[in-house]
C-alpha cells in the first residue's frame, strides 16, 4: 500500500507553527510548585545566588520546549548552555544564561525588559554554528544569537505566527515570520543568512490567513528546487495552495498556475498528457482555487511533492458539497503533469486513485457513512464500486464477497465491485491497496 507524504513527512520540512495567538493556561496547575530535575534544581540555586529568592520563573505556554530550564549549546563551543525565563517585581520578563564551569552553574549573561508571557521557544539552525532563539511573545517575534557570553537581537517584528524551515535546500534553516499589514492583510517575510551575514527579506503578501492555515512545511519542487508550501481555507468551503521561495535575497510566491501549461486543444492534452486543468473564459486564474480540502503530498514517494488540483471547467468560488475529480501535478522543470488521478473523502482520511479516463464518466458520493464511498456512472447512475470502513471490532463476515483493500489503526477498508473484467472501469482486485492513501 503506498504510504502517504504529507508535507510534514517530506525529509525537508522542519519544525510547526509557533502562534502568537492567546492559549487558555491551566491556572490550577501554575499554582502548583515547578517539579524540578536534579540538573535543574543546580541551576535554579545558581540564579538565587545571582538575583535573590523574589523572582518568578516564566514557562512558554506552547510548543514542545515549555520549561523554564532550557539546555542548548546556543554558540557550537560543544559544551550546552542553559537558559532561564523569570521575572521580578516590575513584571518585565529576563532571560538569563548561564555555563557549567568547573562542575557548576554560573550565571554569564542577563538581559532585561522583556515585556510580555512567552507563547513559544524554538531553535533555528540559521548558521554552521550555534542556533538562532526564536521567542514568540505576546503580539511579536525576537529573534536571537548567543556570541562571546552577550545575547544579541538579530531581528523582531509583529508577528500572528513563525516558521522554521529549510526553504532553498542549503543545509540551514530559515525563519519564516507572518504579520499582517496596516490594511489587515497578511504577509510574509524570511530570516537567512546571505552567507556573510543575517538578513531579512521584504514583506511579501499572501493570500493565506495564519489561523487557517491546515497544512505547510517546505519540501523538494523540482530536482533543482526547494520551495515552502502552505495550504489554506481562504473563505468557507474554498482553498489554494501558496508556494514561496528565497531567490536572490528576496521572498517570492508562486501558485500553482504558475507552473501548469494551459492549452485549449483537448485533443493536445490527452496525446500529451499535459494538464488542461481550466479551460473557457477563466483561463488560468481559477487554477489555484478548489473546494476540495487536501494538501501538497509526495504520491508516488519520489521525493518530490505534487499540487492538487480539481480537474473542472469553472472555479471555485463558493464552497461545494461534489466531488471534483482530483489530480497531483508534478513539475519536472519545464512542465508540470498529472502523477495522480482520483477522489479525495477527506470526512473519511483518504484518497483513492482511479484511472484519469473516469474524470466526467465517474461521480463519486459518501456512503451510509463518511468514511464510505460509492462510485457510479455520470450518465445512468449505475454503481460500479463501493468503499465500505468497518471497524475491526465488528464481524467482518458478511463481507466475505468484498475484498479487503486497506486497513488503519481501527478500521478495515472492503472494495465491492459492480462490474466485470470487460468494463472500462473495471480495476484488478490485487490493485486495490495501491489505490489508497491516507491522509
Not at 500572528?160 to 492583510?185: F, R, V, W, Y
Not at 498528457?273 to 501538497?296: A, H, M, Q
Not at 519520489?302 to 497531483?328: C, H, K, N, T, W
Not at 457510479?376 to 458478511?398: H, L, P, R, W
Amino acid at each position: 500500500m503506498k504510504k502517504l507524504f504529507l508535507i510534514a513527512a517530506v525529509t525537508m520540512l522542519a519544525l510547526a507553527f509557533s502562534g502568537c495567538n492567546v492559549l487558555e493556561t491551566d491556572t490550577e496547575a501554575l499554582m502548583k510548585p515547578p517539579v524540578f530535575t536534579e540538573e535543574q534544581e543546580k541551576l535554579n540555586a545558581a540564579l538565587t545566588e545571582v538575583i535573590g529568592e523574589s523572582y518568578v520563573l516564566k514557562y512558554p505556554e506552547t510548543g514542545e520546549i515549555n520549561s523554564a530550564f532550557i539546555f542548548k549549546d546556543l554558540d557550537g563551543d560543544g559544551t550546552e548552555e542553559a537558559m532561564a525565563f523569570y521575572s521580578l517585581l516590575d513584571e518585565s520578563t529576563r532571560i538569563n544564561i548561564l555555563k557549567n564551569k568547573d562542575e557548576k552553574w554560573v550565571s554569564v549573561y542577563e538581559a532585561a525588559g522583556f515585556y510580555g508571557n512567552i507563547k513559544s521557544v524554538n531553535f533555528a539552525k540559521i548558521e554552521e554554528e550555534g542556533f538562532a532563539i526564536v521567542i514568540n511573545w505576546d503580539q511579536e517575534v525576537g529573534i536571537y544569537r548567543y556570541k562571546k557570553e552577550k545575547l544579541e537581537k538579530v531581528h523582531g517584528d509583529s508577528c500572528e505566527g513563525t516558521e522554521i524551515a529549510d526553504i532553498n535546500g542549503d543545509g540551514l534553516s530559515e525563519i519564516i515570520i507572518i504579520s499582517k499589514n496596516p490594511m489587515g492583510q497578511s504577509t510574509l517575510e524570511i530570516v537567512y543568512n546571505s552567507g556573510s551575514e543575517i538578513l531579512v527579506t521584504d514583506d511579501i503578501s499572501m493570500h493565506a490567513g495564519y489561523g487557517n492555515i491546515f497544512a505547510k512545511g517546505s519540501a523538494k519542487f523540482s530536482e533543482e528546487k526547494t520551495m515552502y508550501f502552505i495550504d489554506s481555507e481562504i473563505y468557507e468551503g474554498v482553498y489554494l495552495t501558496e508556494m514561496f521561495a528565497l531567490e536572490n535575497g528576496q521572498a517570492k510566491r508562486y501558485f500553482i498556475a504558475d507552473f501548469v501549461e494551459y492549452e485549449e486543444e483537448e485533443e493536445e492534452r490527452e496525446n500529451e498528457g499535459v494538464v488542461v486543468v481550466v479551460g473557457g473564459s477563466y483561463g488560468k486564474r481559477g487554477i489555484f482555487l478548489r473546494n476540495t480540502k487536501v494538501s501538497c503530498l509526495d504520491t508516488n514517494s519520489d521525493g518530490i511533492i505534487e499540487m492538487p488540483v480539481e480537474f473542472r471547467e469553472d472555479y471555485a468560488q463558493d464552497a461545494s458539497e461534489e466531488f471534483f475529480f482530483l489530480q497531483y501535478m508534478q513539475y519536472d522543470g519545464e512542465k508540470s503533469k498529472a502523477v495522480w488521478n482520483g477522489f479525495a473523502n477527506t470526512e473519511g482520511g483518504y484518497l483513492f486513485e482511479v484511472p484519469e479516463k473516469w474524470n466526467e464518466k465517474i461521480t463519486a458520493k459518501i456512503g451510509s457513512s463518511p468514511d464510505e464511498f460509492v462510485f457510479s456512472e455520470s450518465k445512468n447512475g449505475n454503481v460500479v464500486y463501493e468503499i465500505f470502513a468497518i471497524s475491526k471490532n465488528d464481524y467482518q463476515d458478511k463481507y466475505e464477497d468484498c475484498v479487503l483493500a486497506a486497513e488503519d489503526k481501527t478500521k478495515n477498508y472492503y472494495i465491492k465491485s459492480f462490474v466485470d473484467e470487460k468494463s472500462e472501469f473495471y480495476i484488478a482486485p490485487e490493485k486495490y491497496s495501491e489505490s489508497f492513501i491516507f491522509i
